[in-house]
Nanobody
């Protein structure tokens, strides 16, 4: 059974930092691109950051470039995916989701990030 479980969300003041984690298990994720998405209240999910299967390349939404860093640690049948978020802004407040294999793939349940001004 595939599971993606996010953690690390919470309430932080503007300018602060948070580190989100996602534990992916239940199948081999080697060779799999992993992503973070977020959803603002009442809106569709939007792409935040993605990392290649080997961690060798990453890309970011323009709104988070230079502030967020995605990384991964792979084991035999698990992946630990991270999103280091710095210089947080109130407009970063959203539910953040871990994803494997893109929109048609696997999703976690989400973790709430709230940035107060």
């Amino acid at each position: 059974q595939v599971q993606l479980v996010e953690s690390g969300g919470g309430l932080v003041q503007a300018g602060g930092s948070l580190r989100l984690s996602c534990a992916a298990s239940g199948r081999s994720f080697s060779g799999t691109r992993m992503n973070w998405y977020r959803r603002f209240s009442g809106k569709d999910r939007e792409f935040v950051a993605g990392i290649s299967w080997d961690g060798g390349s990453a890309d970011y939404a323009n709104s988070v470039k230079g502030r967020f860093t995605i990384s991964r640690v792979d084991a035999k049948n698990t992946v630990d995916l991270y999103l280091q978020m710095t210089s947080l802004k109130p407009e970063d407040s959203a539910i953040y989701y871990c994803n494997a294999l893109g929109p048609g793939g696997f999703w976690g349940q989400g973790t709430q990030v709230t940035v107060s001004s």
